[in-house]
């Protein structure tokens, strides 16, 4: 994800004080399909009352250990009903996600909602290796000016927009805080079947294979094998089409009025698809989007599974340029997020510091631009910030401000990723990520299986480099092996 109200590179400047700018992992999810929640909901969306209304069936899978005694669900749409995060970024009408009618295997089962976390009691414990099929009925009320979630001009961005199943590991249920600093949602790779039913002359652009007529009827969309299933209901976009060499469908969706950036964006989206596809493993989905457009307050772009949003043009020292980099970001994080899952709340810089050298390495062999000078000034102010306030890279999201947050998640680790080809060289390195990338796709990694992967690809013991780069440790970031 990247903030809107100041770039990457500007956020992490104001810190600095600087002006920039496989076939197995396919075969091994076909079996673990039966271990993947699997969503099915049906969804009307009232434009004049900016209303979701949604009937929503789970089969829960049968992989649990333990007896399940009741579920819990994320409704982060919930954090726009009474917003405490600061007047700037406040919406300008609220929203929220309320559950009625929840249902486990028929039996009506009782529910408990604190802010953005619905718990639901079991009628009956569910003994391991047990299924069961939760339904509910949901009213989504849309935020204006929400972040990620948010109604602009006649069309309605859906983030996060259905009661989510909360993961359940060997720390329980994660169930933290909602927070305005990175993205708070920590999600599982599941199965959506999802019927919209929208207004006339609207069509649906979404994580799943889209039709791009507009919608004379319900429109069923089916995406298995995802993180969550993100989609944006309009009437005011236009579209550039494309192909990669890998066969990917990219779609570019422009508004009017960003006629002039809309080709060579979408040039750079093609660009990045097949660079990535290249270095880090084969995309395994047949199509992604491209939303130029405002999602909310403080986003310039967000991810989601096939889809990704970003603004159109971005400011530099010469005045306004298409925000091809935000592209290339956005895109970086199918594979680093989307496909590699991992705990965006409590190890955020895996999927944010891997995407921001993927975004650095494309523009650097793509685009020319030479950011080494930026990325050393980055790691001796980070390791200045670390002095002072004892803040690592492998921190979980609560204990950053914004600032400090893009700096140390974000820059650092690619800063990381670039002295580490300056030890082992750049073929190493792109096999040491996509050897992460093979191993770890439709899984969640975290920050030691990475730097195992690293020690053994490389054939040496580097915990002494990353311990010094993300957890401060030893002779500091900048010293010579």
């Known amino acids: 994800m990247m903030r809107r109200f100041v770039s990457l590179m500007i956020v992490i400047t104001l810190v600095i004080g600087m ?37 929503m069936s789970l089969k829960l899978p049968a992989n649990h250990k333990g007896k399940l005694d009741e579920l819990v669900f994320r409704l982060y749409p919930n954090a726009f009903r ?55 009925d949901y009213q989504l009320k849309m935020p204006k000016g929400g972040t990620r979630l948010n109604v602009y001009g006649n069309t309605a961005f859906l983030a996060q927009w259905y009661p989510m199943l909360a993961v359940k590991d060997a720390a329980g249920w994660h169930d933290e805080p909602y927070t305005t600093t990175g993205d708070p949602f920590y999600t599982q790779m599941s199965d959506f079947n999802i019927t919209f039913r929208v207004p006339q002359g609207y069509h649906l652009i979404t994580s799943g294979r889209d039709i791009a007529e507009d919608a004379k009827g319900p429109i069923t969309i089916k995406r298995d094998n995802v993180r969550d299933f993100a989609a944006v209901i309009s009437k005011d976009y236009e579209r550039v089409q494309g192909k990669s060499e890998q066969g990917v469908n990219v779609n570019l969706w422009y508004l009017k009025g960003m006629e002039d950036v809309s080709q060579e964006l979408h040039d750079a989206a093609v660009s990045a698809m097949d660079f990535f596809g290249k270095y880090f493993g084969k995309y395994p989905y047949e199509e992604v989007d491209v939303v130029l457009g405002e999602t909310g307050y403080g986003i310039a772009g967000m991810e989601y599974p096939g889809l990704v949003t970003s603004v159109a043009k971005i400011p530099t020292k010469k005045g306004e340029s298409p925000a091809i980099n935000v592209v290339a970001h956005e895109l970086a994080h199918q594979w680093w997020y989307g496909v590699v899952g991992n705990d965006q709340v409590k190890e955020p810089w895996l999927d944010e510091g891997l995407t921001t050298f993927s975004e650095f390495l494309f523009m650097h062999d793509q685009m020319g631009e030479n950011e080494r000078e930026f990325l050393t000034k980055v790691a001796e102010r980070s390791d200045e910030v670390y002095k002072a306030k004892g803040v690592t890279s492998v921190e979980s999201l609560d204990k950053y401000s914004d600032p400090i947050y893009a700096l140390m998640v974000y820059a650092r680790p690619a800063a990381m990723m670039w002295a580490l080809m300056d030890k082992l060289g750049r073929d190493k390195v792109m096999k040491i990520l996509s050897t992460y990338y093979d191993h ?9 299986d990475f730097i195992q992967t690293a020690n053994k690809v490389a054939g040496k013991d580097l915990t002494d480099f990353f311990n010094r780069w993300l957890y401060f440790k030893g002779a500091g970031a900048v010293a010579k092996d």
Do not use: C
């Open 19 to 55: 002006m920039p700018i496989t076939q197995r992992a396919i075969a091994a999810e076909k079996g673990l399909a039966k271990e993947r929640p699997s969503y099915t909901i049906d969804a009307k969306y009232d434009d004049q009352q900016q209303m979701v209304t949604g009937h």
């Open 440 to 448: 770890y796709q439709f899984r969640t990694a975290t920050t030691h």
């Open 82 to 136: 009474n917003w405490k995060w600061g007047a700037k970024s406040r919406p300008s009408a609220p929203g929220w996600l309320k559950v009625d009618h929840v249902r486990v295997n028929g039996a009506r089962a009782e529910t408990k909602t604190k802010e953005t976390v619905l718990h639901v009691s079991l009628p009956k414990p569910l003994a391991s290796g047990k299924t069961a099929e939760v339904t509910m």
